[in-house]
Every structure is written in structure tokens, then in C-alpha cells.
């Protein structure tokens, strides 16, 4: 049963949104399971690398180096391409990364979901699966397979989200949102729903002008009760636009039917795509949802506070929603994280063309206004390459600076991942890299980073991302950066 959808209207019909960013899937990607850690990115920022010493918590005993604090190009697929889109930690220290990998570079390959395992100094962790890495063929397609969400649940088992192909679908571009969930030795749990998966199926796919919208899935995260929380889109029930999506399930997989509306609430804003991002968990049970949607052809930041039981929450905002004008262009909230009471955003915009895409940060206060003391009036705004800029996530450290991760272009046909600290109030920390951020070319046209996570100890981010390359010429690489943060 689809859910009753909240509808914000604003008396504006508005277009559907249009495509303001390259596409977030680079290209596709093939594999075999083989392969180990290989060459070395390049920093570009001069920035010296590290060469500490940490305590070895893989339990294997002794004192290990980390990796240099630069990125490690991991080629996972010998003959194709292997891509890292999620990364969350164990307890232990060890951390896992999730992804996509397929056996050639063909458009029509069937990509599986790929999970890795790192021992805390970011080798592999050759006991986990095969050499390290357990994939799992969700839903037989072509390359509509894409996970990007991961969580660690208490047991010790991993639960990942995705976007898969949707079986018998009359439109093979159909997608379904699903779970897989891995024992920990990288084994399939079978005592998770349906031999170790979940499908979501929240409303049937359709075509939309030149868009065919269907659901998907974009981040996985669970609450303090150890509740699995998923954020996608799904179509809006009777017409052709996309809705934000939150899903909460127990934590073997079960929809929770005190939330929202049968475990799913849904938000319209004024009949057009929303594009959603990801959730953060408060400790009473109450969500905060980050993404962004088009508003008179100007792409607003959204963030959205929902209660315990999966409504909208009107003591945050207008009405549960922060969705204010900020550039009169682009502000996408690509990814809120929690910063004392306070969320930062990581995201990127624009005011209007033909200016370039920049990084952009906002922080929302508890209540839901912007903090007008963060940046320059609410907004921090970096050019780092003088092209089109994306930040796409962020970690809170301890000491409530921001690591910000993403990508920059040195061109309008190459971008470099890049990485920047901001201080705890919206300015670049000059003490990191070179004024604030350090920049890496993996060895691809289209190099981002798209994920990271910090250590149980706080000294260290795991980021992830892709080493990107144009169609037919090579494969794409997963990429790992171990930075340290302090």
C-alpha cells in the first residue's frame, strides 16, 4: 500500500527539476572480484603525507602505519569497473565500504552490490568473504543495481541499502529499493527477509516528459533503537513527479507500522521532483531529512524534522520544513549532519548563470532557521578550481570542525576529488592542507570522492569515492583516502 503523501502547496505550478549537476552515477561499471590495493593517487595540494603510527584494533596484534593520506586506487574489478559510494565504522575500528561491481565495462553488464572490508589502517581485510569483499546480485538487471547506504547494527551483521531493477516491470527502467544484509564474515544473512533481502516496491514507476521516475533509495542510517532508516524517492501516487521517501524498518527488516503511514511518510513540495539525501537520527527518535527541489526555477535547500511516529514536526521551520531562498540560483543541502543542536549542510550552488557551481554550507538552527552567525549571513561559499565545484557529504568531529568531501573541477571535462575542513563556525581551517582543502587526481576525468566516516576514536576519516572515466576508455577504479583529522 503506498502512503498518503504531505503536500506543502505554494500556489506555483512549477517544471520538473531539471538536471543541475553531472549525473550522480559516474560511469557505468563492470568487475571481477580479484584485484587488491594498486597504485596511488596524486595530491596536488603539497601537503605532506602521514606517516603516523596507529594502535592495530584488527586484534591481530602489533602496531601498523596507515596508509599515506593519499588516495588508494583499489581496482577491484580487473577487467572493469568497481565503485565505493557509502562507508560507516565498526566499533572495532574496522570499517566497511559499499558500492557497485560488474564483470565488463558493457552498458548491459548486470551490476552487483559490492561490500568491503578494511582493517582500521585501511588494508583490506583478507578474512572477509573472498580476499575481502562479498557481493551479492540483488536483482538480475543490467546496471540499474546502485548501493550506496550502510549501517553496522549491534550484532555485527551489516545491513546495506540500493537501488535495483524491479522484476516483471513493463518498463525495464523501473527500480525498486532494496536491503541486503551480510553475516559478518561477508556471508548472506538468509534469516533476513527474503533469504537475506528486502524489497521495497513503494509506487510503480512512469514516464515523466524525457524522466522516467521510479523509486529509489540514497542513504541508510538507524536510530538510536537500532531502527533502520531509509531515504529515497518514489513516485507521487496519480501523477508523474517524485516524493521525498522515508522508510523506517525494525532491525531484521520488518516495515514499522507506527511510523507514518504502514512504516513509510512521504512530503510533496508544490508538485514537482524533490531530490532527498539523508536522515540524521536525534536521540528522541525524531528525524532530520536533508535534499533540495525547484521553486520557480531557483533549486532550494530542504530540510525537514519529522517525530517519533513519522510526521512532520511544526515546531522546526514553517510547518515541520526549512526551505528558504538562499542563492538565486542553486543551494543544494547534499547531505545535513548534527553539529551540537545545530545541522551543517555539504552541498553546492550558484547564484544566477552564467556563474559556477561553488561549495556551499549552510548550518540550520535546532528550530529550523538559518544560523546567521555560521559563514557570511548563513552561508559559506567556496570556489575552490574556478569551475563547477560539488561537495556531496560531510563528517562532525569532535571539536565540531566539518570535513567535507567531494570533487572539483580543474577544467570543464576533469574533476579531482577534494577534500576541505571548515572550522566550527563556516570558515576554511588553514591549518588542513593548503588554506583549508587538499585535491587529488586519481587518474580519471571524473574523480569524486562520495563518502565519509570517522574512526570510533576520532582521529581518522574514511573517504570513499570513484575513480571515473569517459565510456570506452578503461574502467572506473574505486578509490580510498585514510585521512587523518587531527
Known amino acids: 500500500m503506498h502512503s498518503p503523501i504531505t503536500r506543502i502547496f505554494t500556489g506555483v505550478s512549477l517544471l520538473a527539476l531539471a538536471a543541475c549537476s553531472p549525473s550522480n552515477n559516474p560511469p557505468v561499471d563492470a568487475s571481477s572480484d580479484t584485484g587488491s590495493v594498486l597504485d596511488t593517487g596524486v595530491a596536488t ?8 603510527v596507529a594502535t592495530d584494533a584488527s586484534g591481530d596484534g602489533g602496531a601498523m602505519p596507515f596508509i599515506p593520506a593519499t588516495p588508494q586506487n583499489l581496482n577491484l574489478s580487473m577487467m572493469g569497473h568497481d565503485r565505493l559510494f557509502g562507508v560507516t565504522f565498526a566499533p572495532s575500528g574496522h570499517f566497511f565500504a559499499v558500492g557497485t561491481i560488474a564483470d565488463t565495462t558493457e552498458a548491459t553488464a548486470d ?64 527500480r525498486n529499493i532494496a536491503l541486503a544484509r551480510f553475516n559478518a564474515d561477508g556471508s548472506i544473512d538468509s534469516s533476513f527477509g527474503t533469504m537475506g533481502v528486502v524489497t521495497l516496491d513503494l509506487s510503480a514507476g512512469a514516464l515523466n516528459g524525457t524522466t522516467y521516475t521510479a523509486d529509489s533509495a540514497w542513504a541508510l542510517t538507524q536510530d538510536s533503537m537500532g531502527r533502520l532508516i531509509v531515504t529515497g524517492l518514489q513516485r507521487r501516487m496519480g501523477n508523474l513527479d517524485s516524493d521525498f521517501a522515508t522508510v523506517r524498518l525494525s532491525a531484521d527488516g520488518a516495515r514499522d507500522m507506527s511510523f507514518g503511514t504502514m512504516g513509510v511518510h512521504t512530503l510533496d513540495l508544490n508538485n514537482v521532483d524533490q531530490t532527498i539525501r539523508n536522515a540524521t537520527p536525534l536521540a528522541d527518535g525524531s528525524l532530520v531529512v536533508a535534499g533540495y527541489y525547484n521553486f520557480m526555477s531557483v533549486i532550494r535547500p530542504v530540510l525537514y524534522k519529522l517525530t517519533p511516529a513519522g ?12 526551505n528558504e531562498l538562499v542563492l538565486n540560483g542553486i ?65 562532525v568531529l569532535p571539536d565540531e570542525r566539518t570535513l567535507h568531501v567531494g570533487g572539483g573541477r580543474t577544467s570543464d571535462s576533469n574533476s579531482d576529488g577534494l577534500v576541505a575542513m571548515l572550522t566550527r563556525n563556516g570558515a576554511l581551517d588553514t591549518t588542513f592542507g593548503t588554506g ?3 585535491t587529488f587526481d586519481f587518474g580519471g576525468g571524473s574523480d569524486f570522492f562520495w563518502a565519509v566516516a570517522l574512526n570510533p576514536a576520532g582521529t581518522h576519516a574514511a573517504i570513499v569515492g570513484v575513480k571515473a572515466v569517459a565510456a570506452g576508455m578503461g574502467n572506473d577504479d574505486a578509490v580510498l583516502l585514510l585521512q587523518p583529522v587531527r
Not at 595540494?45 to 603516523?52: E, K, N, R, V, W
Not at 548550518?363 to 552567525?373: E, F, H, L, Q, Y
Open 45 to 52: 595540494d603539497g601537503a605532506p603525507t602521514d606517516t603516523g
Open 331 to 395: 543551494t543544494e543541502a547534499y547531505a545535513a549532519a548534527m553539529q551540537g543542536t545545530s545541522f551543517v549542510t555539504a552541498g553546492y550552488g550558484r547564484g544566477p548563470a552564467p556563474e559556477n557551481i561553488d561549495w556551499i554550507s549552510l548550518r540550520i538552527n535546532a528550530n529550523g532557521t538559518r544560523d546567521t552567525s555560521y559563514g557570511t549571513m548563513g552561508v559559506a561559499r567556496f570556489d575552490f578550481m574556478g569551475f563547477n565545484d560539488n561537495a556531496r557529504t560531510l563528517v
Open 111 to 174: 551490476h552487483r552490490t559490492l561490500l568491503v572490508k578494511f582493517l582500521p589502517t585501511g588494508q583490506i581485510d583478507t578474512s572477509f568473504g573472498t580476499n575481502g569483499r562479498a557481493t551479492h546480485n540483488i536483482t538480475v538487471g543490467t546496471n540499474g543495481e546502485v548501493a550506496r547506504g550502510i549501517v553496522v547494527q549491534s550484532t555485527g551483521k551489516i545491513v546495506v541499502s540500493a537501488t535495483v531493477e524491479a522484476p516483471g516491470a513493463m518498463d525495464m527502467r523501473d
Open 311 to 322: 510526521a512532520l514536526d511544526p515546531s522546526f521551520g514553517m510547518g515541520g520544513i526549512y
Open 436 to 438: 583549508g582543502r587538499r
